[in-house]
């Protein structure tokens, strides 16, 4: 297993500004994840942080909303831009050491946005 | 979009008796996950099923997976009221490197 931290673990901000999520991993690995869950719902993936390179992003999911950095095998972060309350969610991420292999989950940054 | 479909969405139960939760999916699969999650909080892994195994425990957890008919189900047996959370599966889907969720089961135990 792994240990994932995230910071912050929860923040209320403003429409219009941004906020940077960062991940942490106790030990290096292969895949790092973004994923949303909105109010009541199941976890929707974002995209997939890739080191080194452009995070690849599923369809819904842009770029210019959500730039992510991975700049190492344990560590990422998630901005969230130009917020709205659309935006409100918790937002996780989870690593994988392959594609086939158990995904683990950092404890989650619940933003709310007025 | 939704690969997991489980039922029952909402499931109450009391302690000491065992809850069954369901789940169904479309395409192949590598293999299929479950999570725990509580109230709103990071996930936690409970058990991963590969497409051609057909049953897996873990403690008091049993998941079957029927690859014909495609689902897999999950039982917990003696329930706690620590066992109150929502419960996703998640599958690979042949060919792909997402990991794509259900919409999940609300488990309750009451004391």
């Known amino acids: 297993s792994a240990v994932i931290s995230q910071k912050p673990s929860r923040d209320i901000c403003q429409r219009g500004t941004s906020l940077t999520i960062q991940c942490q991993v106790d030990?290096?690995?292969?895949?790092m994840f973004w994923y949303r869950q909105q109010p009541g719902q199941s976890l929707t993936l974002i995209a997939t942080a890739n080191q080194g390179s452009e995070a690849t992003y599923e369809s819904g999911f842009v770029i210019d909303k959500f730039p992510i950095s991975r700049p190492n095998l344990t560590f990422s972060t998630l901005t969230v831009s130009n917020m709205s309350p659309e935006d409100s969610s918790i937002y996780l991420c989870?690593?994988?050491?392959?594609?086939?292999?158990?995904?683990?989950f950092g404890p989650g940054t619940r933003l709310t946005v007025t | 979009s939704q690969q997991g479909e489980e039922d029952p969405q909402a499931l109450s139960i009391q302690e000491g008796e065992n809850a069954t939760m369901n789940c169904s999916y479309k395409?192949?699969?590598?293999?299929l996950q479950w999570y725990r999650q509580n109230s709103g909080r990071g996930l936690v892994h409970l058990i991963l099923i590969r497409s051609n195994e057909r049953e897996k425990h873990s403690g008091r957890l049993r998941v079957t997976l029927d690859t014909s008919k495609k689902s897999s189900s999950l039982l917990i047996t003696a329930s706690r009221a620590a066992d109150t959370a929502s419960y996703f599966c998640a599958s690979i889907q042949g060919g792909s490197e997402k990991l794509v969720f259900g919409k999940g089961t609300k488990l309750t135990v009451n004391p």
């Open positions: 030990s290096q690995v292969t895949m």
């Open positions: 989870s690593v994988a050491r392959g594609i086939v292999h158990e995904q683990y």
């Open positions: 395409t192949s699969i590598n293999n």
